[in-house]
Nanobody, 126 residues
Framework: QVQLVESGGGLVQAGGSLRLSCAAS????????MAWFRQAPGKEREFVAA????????YYADSVKGRFTISRDNAKNTGYLQMNSLKPEDTAVYYC???????????????????WGQGTQVTVSS
């Protein structure tokens, strides 16, 4: 059973940056596929980015491509989401998620992940 805890959220002005962290415990983090999702008020939880267990492969939603970078440090059991050039529409609760294996065509689907953190709020002011 993997436990995930996000941190690093906060209030930032448009154009600013934040770095989210996802600390994992209770499992072998290096064997898990990891992703970030976000959920804005009144909207569905949506895929942001994902990273393979080794960190060699990364995937992004079109809305964040070129601005966000997902990474992981398996030695520290921690995943990261570096968010640059933030926009007001990036405002949401950000969740990290993990799964033992994820089919490539399903990596953007929240049902593919069975471990979730509690979320961290990111607010971007205009």
């Amino acid at each position: 059973q993997v436990q995930l805890v996000e941190s690093g959220g906060g209030l930032v002005q448009a154009g600013g940056s934040l770095r989210l962290s996802c600390a994992a415990s209770g499992g072998t983090f290096s064997t898990y596929f990891m992703a970030w999702f976000r959920q804005a008020p009144g909207k569905e939880r949506e895929f942001v980015a994902a990273i393979s267990w080794s960190g060699n492969s990364t995937y992004y939603a079109d809305s964040v491509k070129g601005r966000f970078t997902i990474s992981r440090d398996n030695a520290k059991n921690t995943g990261y989401l570096q968010m640059n050039s933030l926009k007001p529409e990036d405002t949401a609760v950000y969740y990290c998620a993990a799964a033992g294996s994820v089919l490539g065509v399903r990596r953007h689907l929240k049902d593919s992940y069975n471990y979730w953190g509690q979320g961290t709020q990111v607010t971007v002011s205009s």
